[in-house]
């Protein structure tokens, strides 16, 4: 059953958002915080019938919303992503590039190529793509703000996965650029990197490894989503209209030592 949203913040009104693997996860809490706000928003995923569900929660929720089925690998798919969100909603003033993927754990000398092209071109390239048409809508809307999902692993190093770790660096510093170039055209473009996850990936990771990453937080927890959402939104909104190009962490300390 869906929760009734909250009037308590409509500092969106009148926006629209696209949340870009919006279907689950921190995606999914992105949409309902922005829709709380007041934004219309798009749920874009490579499962079409997940962001169908999504919506209809969203709805249900009093939302203003709509799914597009999106691969951020396919800059075409892409492009019709952002188009049906200007067609459907009149404009695009948000964005948030959220989609990615893990990729298999192996050291960097026994990485299989495949599995470095899949998750370079998921994860950084998918947000290059993202960009290259979302940014331009923005401008065309009169100015906006856009957040790229990193990672705490966008400033450490993680054994074992040298292509997320490589991509999500890639992501701060294509964000650093992108928020130079647009900043005196009223784009701001900033990034979030969030530590472990209390996600449903994360859920079905067993007790002594769940426990493991549990320990690499010194508050002593995984974050939630929602956590998440709350800094995204803060970094769409108008409170934060002298933040360009930053990398915003939130990591329960993780990154502290």
Request: proline letters at 5%.
């Amino acid at each position: 059953m869906s929760t009734p949203l909250t009037p308590a913040d409509q500092e969106f009104t009148g926006r629209t958002a696209l949340v870009t693997g919006g279907a689950s996860g921190i995606g999914l809490a992105v949409a309902h915080r922005l829709a709380a706000g007041g934004a219309s928003v798009v749920v874009a995923d490579h499962d079409e019938a997940a962001a169908r569900e999504a919506v209809a929660d969203l709805e249900n929720a009093g939302a203003r919303a709509a799914a597009v089925a999106m691969d951020v690998t396919d800059p075409a798919s892409v492009e019709s992503g952002v188009r049906f969100t200007v067609d459907t909603f009149g404009a695009l003033h948000l964005a948030v590039n959220n989609a990615g993927i893990g990729g298999p754990s192996n050291p960097t000398g026994e990485y299989a190529v495949e599995d470095w092209d899949r998750v370079v071109a998921t994860n950084l390239s998918g947000v290059f793509y993202s960009m290259r048409h979302e940014i331009p809508a923005i401008v065309a809307a009169g100015g906006g703000a856009v957040v790229n999902m990193a990672s705490i692993l966008g400033t450490n190093g993680f054994a074992g996965s040298p292509a997320y770790v490589a991509a999500k660096h890639g992501v701060v510093g294509l964000t650093k650029t992108a928020a130079l170039e647009y900043a005196a055209r009223n784009v701001r473009v900033n990034a979030v990197g969030p530590g472990f996850i209390d996600t449903p990936l994360l859920r079905n990771t067993d007790g002594p490894a769940r426990d493991h990453l549990v320990s690499l937080h010194p508050a002593g927890r995984l974050g939630t989503a929602e956590e998440v959402a709350e800094l995204t939104a803060f970094l769409l909104s108008d409170r934060a209209s002298f933040i360009h190009g930053s990398y915003h962490l939130v990591d329960g300390g993780y990154s502290a030592p």
